[in-house]
């Protein structure tokens, strides 16, 4: 089912489109509603700060885009400053991470050409007025093919469509969206699965579910490609585990509130825990080097954000406060720190990195 869709007007709302399109068709993969629904919403609105549905990192603070962007020139740095170099982010938002991050970069030379991988019509208007001599891409495949690589993904791949399977008193199904009367609502495949489950996770209680992100795991092979044959770095920084895990994480927010991800498709943002445990052996197959899976608090504190908040501080007393709680909203295990995760990458050749096991 596209937009387009021949019979369906364009104005028709995307719950209104799934409903017509299941009640003709039959139930639709969870897969399927997720891509869907988030290419209506991103497309359609900036969903980011205190009007929009959410709120970032970057726009949290100047100190997380600041850190990111030191730690992509001190990686440049003792890889020699090679060049050309290229900043390249993925759902980049209102700019407000690459605005910090290159700005904090340039005080050290780095001044790399700059790519944006964005979907949304809306975004991209909002980045073309901070950084008119970009680079807009639809995906990483026509990225520049020569020349290091300097990549930033921050929430991106939760919002990437997921996969969940559900085990049944008949074993694993595919776990689907159906409808009851003009509901939406999450049902059991008839399909059976148990041949895509690992043999470790075969054996589950019933109603348990297993989330997968074939989508997920294709940006991240594709990253690492890059790198082992351009060179450069990664972080990818997402909420989710660093082990396997049972469960549907699948959350939907809408005015900073979460809704049932099923009532109000292409109107709230669709996001899903990343499983980072299934991605280093992406990247190592890929011949790139999977650098580690760090808390985000404990990444941004061993490159200075205790340091960088004082200084703040000192320079605008009347807003220590407000510094002060947007440091503990970044790091706190209790808020930001442990929930969210820093994976970082790197081509063969090139150093660890801060905040890395080694990597000081």
Known sequence: MTDTAPGLPSDMRLKDRFVRLIAATGPISVAQFVAESNARYYDSRDPLGSAGDFITAPEISQMFGELIGLWLAD???RAGRPGPIHYVELGPGRGTLARDALGAARRFG????IHFVEGSTALRAVQQSHF??????DDLASLPETGPLLIVANEFLD????RQLVMTASGWRERMVGIEGDRLVPIAGTQPMDAAVPAELASAHEGAILETSPAAAAVTREIARRLATQGGAALVIDYGRAEPAYGSSLQALRAHTKVN?????????LTAHVDFSV????VEAE????????EQGAFLISLGLGPRMEALCRAAPDKAQAVRAAAHRLAAPEAMGSLFKVMGLAAPGWPTGAGFPAGG
């Open 75 to 77: 990686m440049w740095d």
């Open 110 to 113: 780095l001044s790399p050409e």
């Open 132 to 137: 008119p001599k970009a680079h807009w891409h």
């Open 159 to 162: 919002a990437l469509p997921i």
């Open 261 to 269: 991800p099923f009532e109000c498709p292409g109107e709230a943002d």
């Open 279 to 282: 991605l280093r052996p992406v």
């Open 287 to 294: 011949g790139a080097r999977w650098l580690g899976t760090v």
